[in-house]
């Protein structure tokens, strides 16, 4: 069974770069035709795509963040990352990995991790 | 970018209760759409994709139709365990995009 796990500082200074890791178990990151993205959640608010990888390496970004976004994966790690630069109270929020496959929703997601920014 | 609008925002229902929510989308997305149910401190969870395609393992009870524009996710006798926040989403085009959520609360 797949699983996703994020990990990464739970605490980032304004101006400063989100580093978050998705690690993938029970299966390989390179198998298959899938995109492995990443979605924040505000607190106390609604979801919001930032963008994805493929397993070819195209990646994908919400245009709203993409001058701030990298996405990039490790295969040799089973990993994906999601890099966010400049950050602001803005940018608190729950982020989840998942995985999603062409013509299909996201499914699994990781459990989420909380993203406090600070000034 | 594809707005996703869902309606009610907040719905409160009793245990036996159906339920239908409706999600619509600002241009057509063909049948590109996905339903999940999130529970508090929780993963949203996939339920339905392509519209109307359950996915396995999901109570019966859970339904989904439409195409184009206009969509409705339908709970067919609510449970104890369905009192959550529902989210429609689009994987059209990208950007993906989500509808604001709907909270089903007990009445």
């Known amino acids: 069974q797949l699983q996703l796990q994020e990990s990464g500082p739970g605490l980032v200074k304004s101006s400063e770069t989100l580093s978050l890791t998705c690690t993938v178990s029970?299966?390989?990151?390179?198998?298959?035709?899938?995109?492995w993205g990443w979605i924040r959640q505000p607190p106390g608010k609604g979801l919001a795509w930032i963008g994805a990888?493929?397993?070819?390496?195209?990646?994908y970004y919400s245009p709203s963040l993409k001058s701030r976004v990298t996405i990039s994966v490790d295969t040799s790690k089973n990993q994906f990352s999601l890099k966010l630069r400049s950050v602001t109270a803005a940018d608190a929020a729950v982020y989840y990995c998942a995985r999603r496959q062409y013509g299909d929703g996201f499914d699994p997601w990781g459990q989420g991790t909380l993203v406090t920014v600070s000034s | 970018d594809i707005q996703m609008t869902q309606s009610p925002s907040t719905l409160s229902a009793s245990v036996g209760d159906r339920v239908t929510i409706t999600c619509r989308a600002s241009q057509s997305i063909s049948s590109w759409l996905a339903w999940y149910q999130q529970k508090p401190g929780k993963a949203p969870k996939l339920l339905i994709q392509?519209?109307?395609n359950l996915k396995s393992g999901v109570p019966s009870t859970f339904s989904g139709s439409g195409s184009g524009t206009e969509f409705t996710l339908t709970i067919s006798s609510l449970q104890p365990d369905d009192f959550a926040t529902y989210y429609c989403?689009?994987?059209?085009?990208?950007?993906?995009?989500f509808g604001g959520g709907t909270k089903v609360e007990i009445k």
């Open positions: 989403q689009q994987y059209d085009s990208d950007p993906l995009t």
């Open positions: 029970g299966g390989s990151i390179s198998s298959g035709s899938y995109h």
């Open positions: 990888i493929s397993n070819s390496g195209n990646t």
């Open positions: 392509k519209a109307s």
